[in-house]
């Protein structure tokens, strides 16, 4: 070893430089390249928070058009929904359209009372399939679920205390969800 750093003594000194100065460059070289080497975690670091700064701004801009894409959804379905029912509706308005028409050509209060049951029953069908059902009142329990009072009947008797007595207007469910409630007279 000792042979090679003469041998590299010898050729730094045939080019005429001496040795000081070469060990002054081979230092700054490796200064030079420590601090390119503190600076690359520095560019790297920068570069990486530029990465997550760009998919940070992405994921804002998705989620920004996410939310008013469900924002527009939703005000079509509320414009919108109740297409289904409707339209299974019509052949009922016309039934009822033919039935006007047909009740000017008779006299028979009879086959218009008919007429209008069919009618009525063909419009509950379609109700049903709409998940519409009617909430029962009669000979039942008094329940503010299900029920308004309206009116309180009293000396109904202890067998009717706390029971429907009459029902003035029908309640109606859609899915288990009250929509209307019934309106009951209820024993006292």
Same mark, same amino acid.
């Given at each position: 070893m000792k042979e090679k750093n003469i041998n590299t003594e010898d050729?730094? %000194?045939? #080019?005429? @430089?001496p040795v000081n100065e070469t060990a002054n460059e081979v230092e700054?070289? /490796?200064?030079?390249?420590?601090?390119?080497?503190?600076?690359?975690? %520095?560019? #790297?670091? @920068?570069?990486?928070?530029?990465?997550?700064?760009?998919?940070?701004?992405? /994921?804002?801009?998705e989620f920004d058009n996410y939310r008013k894409r469900t924002l527009k959804e939703r005000a079509e379905l509320i414009l919108n929904g109740g297409?289904?029912?409707?339209?299974?509706?019509l052949p009922v308005i016309d039934d009822m359209e033919r039935a006007i028409a047909n009740g000017e050509k008779t006299d028979d209060p009879q086959v218009l009372r008919e007429g209008i049951t069919l009618i009525y029953q063909k419009l509950m069908k379609v109700l049903e399939a709409q998940g519409v059902s009617k909430i029962e009142t009669q000979d039942a329990d008094f329940d503010t679920s299900l029920h308004e009072a309206i009116a309180l009947v009293p000396g109904m008797g202890?067998?009717?205390?706390?029971?429907?007595?009459?029902?003035m207007a029908t309640g109606y469910k859609l899915n288990d969800k009250v929509i209307r409630y019934a309106k009951v007279a209820v024993g006292q």
């Open positions: 050729e730094e %000194l045939q #080019e005429g @430089q700054a070289e /490796q200064e030079s390249n420590e601090v390119a080497e503190e600076q690359d975690p %520095l560019t #790297e670091a @920068q570069i990486q928070i530029a990465d997550l700064k760009d998919k940070y701004l992405r /994921q804002v801009a297409e289904k029912t409707i339209t299974a509706l202890d067998d009717k205390k706390g029971k429907v007595i009459d029902c």
